[in-house]
């Protein structure tokens, strides 16, 4: 069966909230667009992918390309920031999404989205659509008389706002409706104490990056860091996105994992010393590597290198940029971004040295090299909501043939639940046969026990949740000191010892 073309994103939310992964933040109220919550499942399984990345890449990182032992540590940087780190890193002013409203449907776009198919004639109208959803596009065409293939596809970018009398929006049908592009600034701001002025205006942090560069300098004179290193650090950003949509996806709230990682400058040492393609190149992989590593692991996930014209400011002179992207249902047959590694040159650095008023006194010193530097940055940045998303639309697996009709094939290092003992009957001395098993395999293990209901439904349960394994307390153990192991995957059953199920359970799941 082909589970790819099966999933839609409607059971996926479904299964979601039933079981308590995510739900709507203040759902009680409506909820808040752009906001949601993790419940139980969901927030054990974005500890999961978290605590992955705390320890793949800063604990235990593997060596570099050099050969040598990466060199990383964390911080824990501030959501609110000195207003000028903004100004500084050109996101005051600069942070805009050129959007597009509809004035029929109320609609609102943002432009570099948007493509249009151009006739070969030039009385006919423009269709403008969303890049991406382009379902249903060609009856639109077939009713103004056209074919795809008779079209022209051009950025809405390019013809705006000349054309844009002839344009008929994605959502509607008469041409005119559509918008100049026009700015908007997604930075949340707020105030600091008690006066609501221009001066006490503040932000919440975009990006994380932006509290690694400015501890830079005292992370280089309170640790033994030595360029090559890297700096990383998650935690919260917000971005007020005017269209926050495909459920956690674009978020106004989210997580990021971000690692800012300091080379030399290849334009004062040389880049035969500095090796930016070098580094750039390991980490692009190893990142990719990674998600493949935490259950990313079929086709869905691509690695895209950008085109020269599709850099950010920062990365234009670099040695590349490039995305991980998932095919989501709602992507499909496109893809969507969870990380972006990007040779950010020395730009934040030598902006916040500049602004802060000491500029080139802020230089890097190489003792190895014997020179001073703003050291490059090769940043592969993450986002943690995103990669629970694509987690989760990557396990879910329809399967018509158990009683749940879908379980979730998470890795068992990002399974919220490793396992489920359950009593087969809630008498006869097996109940209190499994708490003892529970409570031995708890000290290592996120496990849960379940007593209630006939055992095909708590089979269901776990296999929505994503347990790998179910122990079964049954009559046989009580005279023989067996459990039954059932495999969530192939749904094959084998007896195991009693005393033998911690070290199974080691094996399997690690930890
Ligand atoms: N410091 C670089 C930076 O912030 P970005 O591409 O804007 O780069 C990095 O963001 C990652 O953060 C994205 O790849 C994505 O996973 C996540 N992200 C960005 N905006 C998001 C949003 N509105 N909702 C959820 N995740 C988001």
Redesign the pocket.
């Known amino acids: 069966m082909n589970t790819k073309l099966t999933k839609s994103m409607d059971d996926i939310t479904a299964l979601c909230r039933r079981r308590g992964f995510i739900w709507q933040s203040s759902e009680i109220y409506g909820g808040v667009n752009?906001f949601w919550d993790y419940g139980p499942l969901g927030a054990a399984l974005k500890k999961n992918l978290k605590d992955a990345w705390w320890t793949d890449t800063i604990l235990c990182p593997p060596d570099g390309p050099d050969g040598k032992p990466l060199q990383m540590v964390p911080v824990d940087t501030t959501i609110i920031m000195n207003p000028k780190v903004w100004v500084a890193s050109g996101h005051v002013g600069g942070f805009n999404d050129p959007m597009v409203d509809c004035r029929k449907t109320q609609a609102r776009y943002r432009a570099d989205h948007l493509k249009v198919y151009v006739p070969p004639v030039a009385d006919k109208p423009l269709l403008v659509f969303v890049e991406g959803q382009e379902v249903g596009i060609s009856k639109k065409l077939k009713k103004l008389g056209l074919a795809a293939d008779q079209c022209a596809v051009r950025d809405f970018t390019e013809l705006a706002p000349t054309d844009l009398a002839r344009m008929i929006g994605p959502d509607a049908d008469e041409p005119g409706s559509l918008t100049e592009p026009r700015q908007f600034n997604l930075m949340f701001t707020t105030h600091l104490g008690a006066v609501r002025d221009e001066e006490s205006q503040a932000y919440l942090r975009?990006?994380?990056?932006q509290g690694i560069f400015t501890q830079f300098w005292n992370v280089v004179d309170t640790s033994r860091v030595k360029t090559p290193f890297g700096i990383a650090q998650m935690g919260k950003?917000f971005?007020n996105?005017v269209t926050?949509r495909n459920f956690?996806?674009?978020?106004?709230e989210?997580e990021?994992m971000?690692i800012e990682f300091f080379i030399p400058d290849p334009d004062v040492v040389g880049e035969e010393i500095a090796q930016t393609r070098r580094w750039y190149a390991w980490w692009r992989d190893h990142r990719y590597a990674w998600w493949r590593k935490v259950g990313l692991a079929g086709d869905n996930l691509i690695l895209r290198e950008h085109d020269r014209d599709e850099l950010a400011h920062y990365a234009k002179d670099g040695a590349g940029t490039s995305?991980i992207e998932y095919r989501f249902p709602f992507t499909a047959p496109g893809f969507g971004?969870?990380?972006?590694v990007?040779h950010r040159t020395n730009f934040d650095l030598r902006q916040h040295a500049q602004h802060c008023g000491r500029g080139d006194k802020m230089r890097y010193f190489d003792q190895e090299h014997n020179a001073h530097y703003f050291p490059h940055v090769i940043?592969p940045?993450?986002?943690?909501?995103?990669?629970v998303l694509a987690l989760l639309c990557e396990a879910y697996t329809p399967d018509a043939d158990r009683p749940s009709g879908v379980y979730m094939k998470f890795s068992p290092r990002m399974a919220p639940i490793k396992a489920a003992i359950l009593p087969l009957v809630a008498k006869d001395g097996m109940p209190e046969v499994a708490e003892k098993l529970y409570r031995d395999l708890r000290r290592r293990f996120a496990v849960q026990i379940d007593i209630k209901q006939n055992i095909g439904k708590r089979y269901a349960r776990m296999d929505e949740a994503g347990t790998p394994y179910c122990f079964t307390i049954d009559g046989q153990t009580l005279s023989d000191q067996t459990v039954t192991v059932r495999d969530r995957d192939t749904l094959a059953q084998e007896r195991i010892a009693l005393d033998k199920v911690e070290a199974f359970l080691g094996e399997k799941i690690g930890g």
């Open positions: 752009g975009p990006e994380t990056a950003s971005r996105e926050p956690t996806f674009r978020s106004r989210f990021q971000e995305d971004e969870l990380e972006g990007a940043e940045s993450a986002g943690a909501d995103r990669g």
